[in-house]
């Protein structure tokens, strides 16, 4: 057997362009593609269900990308790695980096196991605009503010890289085929709820491809107006497709920038840096998942009403827009950033149930489910990250309904129980007059429920609560 065969271990980066593990892997000799289902090492962040969804839509994809050669196994790479190391006469492995804190103690145990088998380990940033490293302060130390980090960090520091061709040749091993191994990794739900799932989306790398293709060419030109209402489209719906890395912010980046820069293309790639913020907080705060960054709010008064919690997660909590986005989110695996928003600040202050419970429920059901992403945006508006929103400003659902689905196209469609009544109540139908409620036939507590919580009285709870953590 050749001695010169490289592993290419696929992790977050299910691509074959602008892959720069895999480009360096494929200039050296053959390439042994393979991919890892973890559940080891990842914990308590093991992929939740609908990742894993989208996951086995992906890898088929890549498979059909790789002529059927990708090989995939469960397990601990710490064996795998090195078993396949020694069967196959390795003499190099690729990966591009991965930022999870477990992910980078399993890498760099790899890496020492690796080397002392005089196995070469290349690790690449495929994932990110900017290294976490390479983005600090004059101090050395990491931003804690998003505005300067951007502005000052990312805008100042070295162009990302230009994005790279598909590996002009891709000698791949010949192995068994493995089209059935990833059948056999049990990915998909066992309920009908997989199938509703992803018939919203279309999963790989051709698809990612086209969606940001379709994105530029016609919804980016209102992105920065229209990507506050849920019913426009337009946003990328990129999320899914950059978390698994079917196409890299680098290309989403100079794709956007290939045209003049307006304030439109500008704000896109704003919220790109938003996702290289988050993946800053996460690298040098390892306990962003479950610690809140801002340490005064351990104390805070949590409830714990896990009632109160199921009726969130199931969209019965009464209030029109917080109903609608979490049935968009079982629905579709997405949410609209809005609407995380207004449902985030509901659960944690309108009902002051923990943030931690609701990223729980996010990871679980969302395609674009993000340790990083997901643990800052809700530290953020929980107010206790870093360059969080300020603790007091508790979105009023009713009026964000109001203000971001004006014609109530969006709750309408995820609340079709409340699709006769009339604008003027639709996001308040606890207001609404019995004659509005019968022509509409709305029996609230019947067909739809009462409000699980007072909107008024649970914002001045909400208020309490934090005067209690200052004083
Ligand atoms: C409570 C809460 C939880 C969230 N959880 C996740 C998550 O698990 N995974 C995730 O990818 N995003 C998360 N977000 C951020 C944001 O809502 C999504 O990235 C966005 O809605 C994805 O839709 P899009 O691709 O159409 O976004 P676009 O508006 O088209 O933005 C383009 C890309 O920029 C990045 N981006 C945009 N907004 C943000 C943001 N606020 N923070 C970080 N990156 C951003 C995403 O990668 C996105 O795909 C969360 C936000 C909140 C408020």
Redesign the pocket.
Known sequence: MSKNITIHWFRKDLRLSDNPALYNAASSGVVLPIYILDDINSGVFKMGSASRCWLHHSLKSLNQSLGGKLQVFVGDPLNILPELAKKYKISNITWNRCYEPWQIKIDTKLKQILINLEIKVNSYNGSLLWEPWDVLKKDGLAYKVFTPFYHNGCLKAKEPRLPLPSPPKLLLIETEKSLDKIEQLGLLPKLEWGKTLISHWHIGELAANERLADFLDKDIQSYKEG?DFPAMSS?????PH??FGEISPNQAWYGARSFSLDSNIDH?CR??A??EF?YSLLYFNHELATKNLQQKFDFFPWRYDSKQLSLWQEGKTGIPIVDAGMRQLWQTGYM??RI??VV?SFLVKNLLLDWRDGARW?WEC?F???LA??S???QW?SGCGADAAPYFRIFNPVTQGQKFDQSGEYTRYFVPELKLLPDKYLFNPWEAPVEVLQTAKVELGINYPLPIVDLYSSRVRALTALKSLIS
């Open positions: 990507r946003v990328s719906r990129l999320s950059l978390h896109f919220e790109l938003w996702r988050s609209h950033n995380r928003m985030s996010f969302l674009d489910a993000d992403n997901n800052a945006s809700w508006v």
